[in-house]
């Protein structure tokens, strides 16, 4: 999106450094993520920067409102809420498409917004081995706040283990050595010293919870929480003891309770230049005429799970439980990323992190998705090339 960057990087592209850059993030961890990784990163100029910040400052307005809370109670299910909320959320993550607005400069307009943890560590790794592999101009950077790489990572570590021993710290997940983004958690490990477990490996005495590094016996005090409860209540095979309702004896980094308040249930709330006009279908007293220009989300799912993209309204007509859904406009993303062929869209997501309720989140990184495909996301474009996950390069 800056022309000059963009057309030096593709003139000086070639398979073989793309080939070189990918086997070096393998041979990090002895991993290859199992999505995909684009061949470029995004350049970003100042003004859709600045837009981009905007958009997220607005948003960032109804969260900090005092009856944010009492207005998102009703997004956590029946059964799954969690105690010892915490009243903000440590993660927070913006999904922005980009596009094209009616005087043809770039807009960003909000996809969704997430209470929960993105690749914060992998993202960083990701950021360095463009640097190491391609052209990046010094005057560019993956990350905001005048943060550097060493100190973003002390704010990763403030956030998740604070002043507690890494020993008793875990980041908890659904069998976290099958997840697509394992390559984060080991990438955690590196960076803060803490164990990736399975719930399952979580022992539990009255309200304690511990679990074992060999024969060492460990308490957990923190829990860097990665389970996403869509993934988790189906998996009536797995045999545990931890529960999360339990009202276990420990801290939340990620309270799961905010997985649900921000979320797709967020959507109807903002007004903003930079959201699309959201509603909850029950809410709807008519259905538009122009259907066409909308898409129906699930309020519970992950991933573009249940999304209906071309829509008509015998498709609404047949959803038992409109309550959990909502109708958006669409975003008509634009193909403002050049590539050797057609051009690929572009989403954005910025990422946060969030201290201390009396202050604002901190915005720190940011995840790029490239896709030629009607869906953005890394599972939809397998057969397509500058597509997948990435990072962007932000003027300074």
Aim: net charge negative; aromatic share 12%.
């Amino acid at each position: 999106m800056i022309p000059e960057l963009r057309e030096r990087y593709n003139k000086a592209f070639t398979e073989e450094v793309y080939n070189e850059f990918k086997y070096a993030i393998e041979k990090k961890y002895d991993h290859l993520p199992v999505f995909r990784i684009a061949e470029t990163p995004i350049f970003i100029p100042n003004d859709l920067k600045e837009k981009i910040i905007q958009a997220a400052e607005d948003i960032i307005d109804v969260v900090v409102e005092p009856d944010f809370m009492q207005n998102s109670a009703s997004a956590i299910p029946d059964g799954l809420k969690v105690p010892q909320e915490s009243d903000f959320t440590n993660f927070l993550q913006m999904d922005f498409g980009i596009c094209i607005d009616e005087h043809g400069e770039y807009t960003p307009q909000l996809i969704e917004a997430q209470g929960f943890p993105s690749l914060y560590f992998f993202q960083n790794l990701l950021a360095t081995k463009y640097r190491k592999f391609f052209d990046i101009p010094d005057n560019l950077t993956h990350l905001f706040n005048g943060l550097t790489p060493e100190t973003y990572i002390q704010k990763l570590r403030d956030v998740i283990i604070g002043d507690a021993d890494p020993e008793t710290t875990v980041l908890l997940e659904v069998e976290p050595d099958k997840q697509a983004t394992v390559i984060d958690f080991y990438a955690t490990k590196e960076a803060l010293g803490i164990e990736s477990l399975c719930v399952t490996d979580l022992k539990v005495e009255g309200k304690d919870v511990y679990y074992y590094k060999g024969k060492k016996k460990i308490k957990v005090e923190r829990i860097f929480n990665r389970v996403i409860f869509d993934e988790l209540v189906p998996r009536t095979d797995l045999k545990r003891e931890f529960r999360f309702n339990m009202g276990a004896n420990v801290h939340w980094v990620g309270h799961p309770n905010w997985f649900f308040r921000l979320s797709k249930y967020t959507l109807p709330f903002l007004k903003s230049p930079y959201v699309p006009e959201s509603h909850f279908l029950h809410e709807l007293d008519t259905i538009p005429s122009d259907l066409d220009n909308y898409v129906l989300k699930p309020l519970y799912s992950f991933a573009g799970s249940g999304v209906i993209i071309n829509l008509n309204r015998f498709d609404i007509e047949a959803i038992p439980d409109p309550e959990n859904y909502i109708l958006q406009r669409k975003v008509e993303y634009a193909p403002v990323i050049e590539t050797p062929n057609v051009g690929s869209k572009c989403e954005i997501r910025v990422m946060f992190l969030w201290e201390n309720r009396n202050e604002r989140p901190l915005l720190v990184n940011n995840l790029v998705r490239l896709s030629k495909g009607k869906m953005v996301g890394v599972k939809y474009n397998k057969d397509k090339d500058w597509v997948g996950g990435s990072v962007g390069f932000f003027e300074k």
